[in-house]
């Protein structure tokens, strides 16, 4: 026969379980740790005393007023700088560790009017030799700002390189810098005007004591089929049907590793170089007769993905401060549920049997 205590069966009250837990602490002042942990180790958080349990109470306040002296911050851990004993798994040099996507406004040098002050997104690393545990990341940013305020070239990227390839005490060093670079570009013929925006990068990398400058632009336009189009206009011609060729957003990745000494390649040397190439870039203002326009100037230079790497490769070779480059087009079809790709890579900078995974799947931009 089961017995139940109707006590015991309800839920407690707040001032019984105050009671209660008054008569745990009143108990525990004579008690000995074995008691209380014999007991139950979870009384330990609830009778709070530091001399019978060692768990100390420590504070919740932040100590605004704390200020940290050198003999304090020479005290601080620093694992990162740790003996090579700490190193986990192989002891193998890494060849790139630091930091991704840390951004602060930069100020760039343009062609043709002032510079502009852009949002930047820079990457840095270094390389991490076979006997060190690793590196304070935070150097890198500290060297950046040290030249944030000025207006950036590849000759301030390299000083920004040298300073924390020194302080890090490493070999290879790479910066990237990513930002959104703006060109107000002229409708085709209504005379409006808007601002057009590239995605640009600028790289520098050092490795066993070489460098190498390299500039990466996104050009987005317009591919028109150039089988679709002549299928259009056999239906109509044979049976008066008609009919419209698929063209598609497509983006061409170019990117071009600069001669040494050479002249100042800007980014907007590059940019007309690739309309030179692909005149159907995408527009910013349109009106009707923009809108015509374009439909005729996509006539007039219909292409396949094939067609598209070799024409930028074209435009690229006659360029004396361009050395190796790499092309990645992208047609992103709307014939299709699949884009078409191609790769076209000229010298051995960018060559490579293997390609991210997901390489062509970053080609894709929205308006």
């Known amino acids: 026969m089961n017995v139940h205590n109707p006590v015991l069966d309800r839920t407690p009250a707040q001032d019984e379980a105050e009671e209660a837990l008054h008569l745990l602490r009143t108990w525990a002042k004579t008690a000995t740790p074995e008691d209380i942990t014999g007991l139950d180790p979870a009384l ?18 932040y100590p605004a007023d704390f200020t940290v002296d050198p003999d304090y911050r020479r005290g601080l851990p620093d694992l990162q700088n740790g003996p090579s004993s700490l190193i986990l798994g192989a002891r193998q040099q890494i060849q790139h560790v630091g930091i991704s996507n840390f951004r602060l406004p930069i100020r760039f040098h343009r062609r043709d009017s002032d510079d502009l002050t852009l949002e930047t997104s820079v990457t840095g690393t270094v390389s991490l030799e076979a006997e060190k545990k690793g590196i304070n990341m935070s150097r890198i940013m500290r060297s950046f700002y040290v030249h944030s305020e000025r207006t950036f070239s590849f000759e301030v990227i390299e000083a920004v390189l040298d300073d924390y390839k020194a302080d890090l005490e490493s070999l290879d060093a790479r910066i990237q810098m990513r930002f959104s670079f703006p060109v107000k570009l002229d409708s085709l013929r209504s005379g409006l005007s808007g601002y057009q925006y590239y995605d640009i990068a600028l790289e520098l990398i050092e490795s066993g004591g070489v460098r190498q400058k390299i500039m990466h632009l996104d050009y987005v336009y317009s591919s028109t089929c150039p089988c679709s189009l002549e299928l259009s206009e056999h239906a109509r011609e044979t049976r008066g049907q008609l009919a419209t060729p698929h063209s598609q957003r497509s983006v061409a990745r170019v990117s071009v590793a600069l001669e040494p000494g050479g002249t100042c390649l800007w980014f907007e040397d590059l940019i007309e170089a690739c309309r030179r190439a692909v005149p159907t870039e995408t527009q910013v203002m349109v009106k009707r007769e923009d809108e015509q326009a374009f439909a005729e100037l996509n006539a007039a230079h219909p292409i ?64």
Request: proline fraction near 4%.
């Open 304 to 367: 396949f993905v094939e067609d598209a790497a070799r024409l930028f490769c074209e435009q690229l070779q006659k360029d004396p401060r361009i050395g190796d480059f790499r092309i990645i087009a992208s047609h992103q079809e709307s014939l299709h549920s699949h884009d078409a790709v191609s790769m076209l890579v000229h010298g051995e900078t960018f060559d490579s049997g293997s390609i991210d995974p997901k390489l062509f799947s970053t080609l894709f931009h929205v308006g």
């Open 44 to 61: 330990a958080r609830l009778i709070q005393d530091d001399n019978k349990i060692g768990y100390p109470s420590f504070s919740r306040d």
